[in-house]
């Protein structure tokens, strides 16, 4: 059961022959010229060599306009396979024009990307005669600070920030001590923060110039200096040091009184602002103790009243109270107690829904970005999950730059390894028909395919979320092992976000580089499927230990995205409806902590499946509402029983959404007899929309390919289906009927909403979209 399968991708279709013959002309001209120039051998090179790259600044032109060039040389021994410039224009001078490369421009700042047949540089060689030129107004100045992957220009090493001076201690409680400083000169790079050092360790780090040392033995001397940090990691000498006593507590035994008229202010989905009137102490009250669910969250100075508490997760009820602490670290009484529960991630109070957009969908669906618009699917949608995004097997990494498809074989268990579609996410070049904006991507342009049109529906829908869907059925296999320990979560994470929040994506055909995508994804969507359990896609690796490392990711994603500052980024989740998979691997009482909300599987609880290894024999409902009292199926799956596991469990019911299919299963050869088909043996898998999805059909494809078909609803077990008649077919599928009677379930559940697997399925005119618009508005 729950089965939900991604096609195999195909390889991206080949352009009209003239555009492949003039992008091979020009690419044969770049080759051959770079050949001659370095040596095409070197270019397969994969070392990063930093020390030994440098770049040289000449002028050219006179008057007013006039040309500078960067010639990049690597003296090193390895390739350079990647390398940026960065540089600050003098005054008076501007650009107004860019060769073998793109710059983006803040104030004075320049950082340029080259073209990407000279980022990658053999050992020994330089970047003429195609180095990056801009073309300037203004005086002919040399540019300054010039920076080569985030070191100097010449090669030479970084001059670090001077010693702080002045250094002193400000406060001392009995506990910690606080420290003062004038700001230390800068030396080649701006300084950025401070550490502050016992001995040689650091205890303590600060972006300003001051600090506070905790953790501290009462009644103690202590001894510290600081040293400065610039923005490239470098680290000055240690100011002179200073001696500083903390409070013997002996000397002041009466705490403060409680703070009074603890009150909420502002709340969001992830942050409370906090105010109180302040404790009294009869010498001073050193500090605020906030406490989160009885559990300390946050120390404050003294003279702080008010804070914001970030990080929180939404839809979900907390309780506060704060304490007071004098200089000897007497704590007061609790404050009053205060109980918020935070606002929703989506859905503002009505209900959320969430789409899915399948990668694949502009091959043999011609299903695309733009007909979200053009539907007015996406003014209905909150939410737009962009499936998928695949593992590296050996780094344990996300995935993309690729352009490999799965393998035709479902039960092939390495059928998804190393698989992926750069030419679909960011390297096709949509036609103006095919755009969102009616306006035609750039062929040569860094952001093309998908995500372009995702941006450009973004800016047309500015209410839209649209997060990265990890994994899926044929993209898991590899979670357990990114999971499995707290490094190599720290290192999948990280790579995920860099790659589609920070929008960092792999070269690929002149396509992709740092920050391109940055902006397009509000967040991430975790698809595994099943931690704990062998019931996934054959050759997935699981482990007993699946449901701790899977609790352990969410909260790393969770840390990692908060990391990020800014705007709240939604993480959510693909669970299972089977309450044995539920338990496998889904701890419920700490998922939810992290977790925006979960989008729980509401269909393929029956079906034959493209190769007849799953239910071939008989046939059954996908997605009923309740169990079916006549089905012969054991278990009887349903989607009350399934939400009812997750909120027996103490799940808020504002935390999920329930899944509806867009398509249908199906079967063949179906036998006379029950009740038009229901649960009568068949012969397999119908015939499917697409060769390789035997069984599948979108709901469109559904109503118009399969003659003959009487649609019938059974109204105990709220379900849909279609029968043809005695060895005919039998289809079971959602259709407006079902969807109205879904839709009053979560209304009288009071769940968030609903997910659509997937939004390719619909009829022209949207008539499902509408009716899950009409039943959750």
């Not at 490999?404 to 996410?425: C, R, Y």
Request: aromatic share 10%; hydrophobic share 35%.
């Amino acid at each position: 059961m729950s089965r939900r399968h991604t096609p195999h991708v195909p390889g991206p279709p080949r352009p009209p022959a003239p555009a492949r013959r003039r992008r091979a002309a020009v690419l044969a001209v770049l080759l051959l010229a770079l050949a001659g120039l370095t040596g095409l051998p070197g270019l397969t090179g994969t070392a990063h060599a930093e020390q030994g790259l440098t770049a040289a600044f000449v002028s050219s032109g006179g008057g007013s306009s006039w040309t500078g060039t960067f010639i990049v040389t690597n003296g090193s021994q390895a390739a350079v396979r990647d390398w940026s410039l960065e540089f600050d224009l003098p005054d008076g001078v501007t650009l107004t024009g860019h060769t073998h490369g793109t710059a983006e421009i803040d104030g004075r700042h320049v950082t340029v990307t080259p073209a990407y047949y000279i980022a990658h540089l053999p050992a020994g060689r330089d970047t003429e005669p195609y180095s990056y030129r801009f073309q300037a107004n203004g005086p002919i100045t040399e540019p300054t600070g010039c920076l080569l992957n985030g070191e100097k220009c010449d090669g030479t090493p970084a001059v670090p920030p001077e010693a702080p001076a002045d250094v002193r201690a400000t406060d001392a409680t009995a506990r910690t001590v606080s420290l003062a400083w004038t700001a230390a000169p800068r030396g080649d790079f701006p300084v950025a923060s401070y550490e502050v050092l016992r001995g040689e360790d650091v205890v303590a780090a600060s972006a300003t110039t001051e600090a506070t040392v905790r953790d501290l033995q009462p009644a103690t001397a202590y001894t510290f200096t600081v040293r400065a940090k610039d923005n490239r990691g470098n680290t000055g000498p240690p100011s002179a040091p200073v001696t500083a006593t903390t409070v013997d507590p002996a000397t002041d035994p009466v705490p403060p009184t409680a703070p009074s008229r603890l009150r909420a202010g502002d709340v969001t989905s992830s942050t409370v602002e906090l105010r109180w009137d302040a404790a009294t102490d009869d010498q001073r009250v050193a500090a605020y103790d906030v406490h989160r669910d009885g559990a300390l969250t946050e120390s404050l100075p003294g003279d702080t009243l008010t804070t914001t508490l970030t990080g929180l997760s939404p839809a979900t009820a907390y309780t506060f109270t704060v304490t007071a602490r004098d200089a000897a670290d007497n704590a007061s009484p609790a404050s009053n107690t205060v109980s918020v529960t935070t606002d929703e991630a989506v859905g503002e109070g009505g209900y959320a829904k969430v789409g899915y957009f399948v990668q694949w969908g502009i091959y043999g669906r011609q299903y695309f970005v733009k007909n979200l618009d053009t539907s007015r699917a996406a003014a209905k949608l909150d939410v737009i999950n962009y499936a998928f995004a695949n593992i590296d097997p050996q780094n344990l990494t996300c995935l993309n730059g690729v352009t490999k498809g799965t393998t035709p074989d479902p039960q092939d268990p390495d059928q998804g390894d190393g698989a992926g579609d750069a030419e679909a996410d960011y390297g096709r070049a949509f036609p103006a028909h095919q755009s969102v904006d009616g306006v035609a991507d750039d062929g040569w342009g860094k952001l093309r395919g998908n995500f372009n049109q995702l941006k450009k529906l973004k800016a047309k829908h500015p209410h839209l979320k649209i997060v990265i869907s990890l994994g899926g059925w044929t993209y898991s296999k590899y979670f357990s092992d990114a999971a499995a320990t707290e490094a190599s979560r720290k290192k999948f994470v990280k790579s995920c976000i860099d790659m589609y929040i920070k929008g960092d994506l792999p070269e690929y055909n002149g396509a992709g580089g740092e920050g391109v995508a940055a902006g397009i994804f509000d967040g991430i969507d975790l698809d595994w499927e099943w931690p704990g359990s062998p019931d996934g896609h054959p050759g997935n690796h699981w482990s007993p230990q699946d449901k701790d490392n899977n609790t352990a990711l969410i909260a790393e994603f969770r840390k990692q995205l908060d990391a990020l500052g800014g705007e709240h980024r939604l993480l959510t989740a693909f669970t299972p409806a089977d309450p044995v998979k539920i338990d496998a691997g889904w701890d419920l009482t700490e998922i939810f902590k992290h977790l925006d909300f979960a989008n729980v599987q509401g269909y393929d609880f029956h079906g034959a499946g493209s190769d007849n290894s799953w239910e071939p024999n008989r046939t059954g409902h996908q997605g009923n509402l309740y169990p079916d009292p006549d089905s012969p199926y054991d278990p009887d799956f349903s989607i009350d029983g399934s939400v009812r596991h997750y909120l027996d469990a103490g799940v808020s019911p504002r935390k999920l959404t329930i899944g509806f299919p867009f398509y249908g299963r199906g079967w063949q050869q179906v036998t006379a007899g029950g009740v038009n088909g229901e649960y009568q043996t068949a012969a397999g898998a119908a015939p499917g929309q697409f060769q390789e999805e035997a069984g599948t059909r979108g709901y469109h494809d559904l109503l118009t390919r399969v003659p003959n078909m009487t649609v019938h609803h059974d109204t105990e077990s709220v379900s849909t289906y279609g029968y043809t008649g005695p060895n005919g077919q039998w289809w079971s599928f959602d259709d407006p009927w079902s969807i109205g009677r879904k839709s009053e379930y979560i209304r009288s559940k009071g769940l968030l909403g609903a997910m659509i697997w997937e939004m390719s399925g619909d009829t022209p005119d949207s008539s499902l979209m509408n009716a899950l618009h009409n039943g959750l508005p």
